[in-house]
């Protein structure tokens, strides 16, 4: 039982290193190209500003980032089982919860605007006026869910980086570190909600720099630095380990017909010679 238990570990461990490590990749890559957009509540603003973007590219980065966000969900569950396993269930039930709640609303508000932003730049040149009634409507339901989607993204990091670094299984400043920049996050959040609910404007925390160099980015660094430190771990418990033996098997003994007790070893090979 206890070898099935280390195998689900390291399995855990080294699906959470990949998941993480490329998650990260491709999300650093996405905000750094992704354009700088006017303040959320000028949509007008904002609309010229996509209408601008090719077609191709603007759907080719919101498929590089839901795919970032699918990974990083299957690296905060993964990362969850690992903590379970290791007796953290609570903060790891919190964190896998967040992670998947905010994973599948980033998918879906990404994956929505593969076919709204075509059909939105399309539909400018007609109608200026229905083209921009629209976008605002989607616009504003987008910029709320994903609100709620970075403050519970913020949770997992904050209750499983602070849950592994009290198992040890991620060195101190990396589990602090993590939490630092996601209370960073949260009161950034909060600041943009309190500022938007004064102004009746939509959210969007990450439009501006400090959003995207100071706590988004630091994140995807967050992320490449707990897979790494995964996949290295897996990798010297893969050296460490000991080559398994097989089980010497013992010899069957025959069965007396009359008495029904076991033969004699001499007897057998007596019979057996004869």
Do not use: C
């Given at each position: 039982?206890a070898?099935v238990?280390?195998?689900?570990?390291?399995?855990?461990?080294?699906t959470?290193g990949?998941?993480f490590a490329?998650?990260?990749?491709t999300?650093?890559?996405?905000?750094?190209v992704?354009p700088?957009?006017p303040?959320?509540?000028?949509?007008?603003?904002?609309?010229e500003?996509?209408?601008k973007q090719?077609?191709?590219?603007w759907?080719w980065?919101?498929?590089?980032?839901?795919?970032?966000?699918?990974?990083?969900?299957?690296g905060?569950?993964a990362?969850?089982?690992?903590?379970h396993?290791?007796?953290s269930?609570?903060?790891?039930?919190?964190?896998?919860?967040?992670?998947l709640?905010s994973?599948?609303?980033w998918v879906a508000?990404?994956?929505?605007?593969f076919f709204?932003?075509?059909f939105?730049k399309?539909?400018?040149?007609?109608?200026?006026?229905l083209?921009?009634?629209l976008?605002?409507t989607?616009w504003?339901?987008?910029?709320?869910?994903?609100?709620?989607?970075?403050?519970l993204?913020?949770a997992a990091?904050?209750?499983?980086?602070?849950a592994a670094?009290?198992?040890?299984i991620?060195?101190?400043?990396?589990?602090?570190?993590g939490?630092?920049v996601?209370?960073?996050?949260i009161i950034?959040?909060?600041?943009e909600f309190?500022?938007a609910?004064t102004i009746?404007g939509?959210?969007?925390?990450m439009?501006?720099?400090v959003?995207?160099?100071?706590?988004?980015?630091p994140?995807?660094?967050?992320?490449a630095?707990?897979?790494v430190?995964?996949?290295?771990e897996h990798?010297?418990?893969?050296?460490?380990?000991?080559?398994?033996?097989?089980?010497?098997?013992p010899?069957?003994q025959?069965?007396?017909?009359?008495?029904?007790?076991p033969?004699p070893?001499?007897?057998?090979?007596?019979?057996?010679?004869?």
């Amino acid at each position: 039982m206890a070898d099935v238990m280390e195998e689900r570990v390291r399995s855990a461990g080294l699906t959470a290193g990949i998941a993480f490590a490329l998650a990260a990749f491709t999300l650093s890559i996405s905000l750094l190209v992704f354009p700088q957009l006017p303040p959320a509540n000028e949509t007008n603003r904002v609309l010229e500003v996509l209408v601008k973007q090719g077609d191709g590219s603007w759907m080719w980065l919101h498929v590089a980032m839901a795919a970032g966000f699918v990974l990083a969900t299957v690296g905060f569950v993964a990362f969850g089982f690992l903590l379970h396993f290791r007796g953290s269930s609570g903060p790891a039930s919190v964190g896998m919860v967040s992670a998947l709640i905010s994973g599948s609303l980033w998918v879906a508000f990404l994956s929505a605007e593969f076919f709204l932003h075509p059909f939105i730049k399309n539909l400018a040149g007609v109608d200026p006026g229905l083209a921009t009634m629209l976008f605002n409507t989607f616009w504003f339901w987008k910029m709320g869910a994903l609100w709620i989607a970075g403050l519970l993204l913020f949770a997992a990091v904050i209750a499983e980086g602070m849950a592994a670094n009290a198992r040890g299984i991620l060195p101190a400043w990396l589990g602090f570190g993590g939490a630092v920049v996601a209370t960073i996050g949260i009161i950034l959040y909060a600041f943009e909600f309190l500022n938007a609910t004064t102004i009746g404007g939509a959210v969007n925390p990450m439009r501006g720099p400090v959003g995207r160099y100071i706590v988004g980015l630091p994140l995807q660094v967050w992320m490449a630095a707990v897979g790494v430190t995964l996949l290295r771990e897996h990798r010297e418990q893969a050296n460490i380990l000991p080559r398994q033996t097989r089980t010497p098997v013992p010899k069957r003994q025959g069965i007396d017909a009359r008495t029904g007790e076991p033969l004699p070893m001499e007897r057998m090979g007596g019979s057996t010679g004869q």
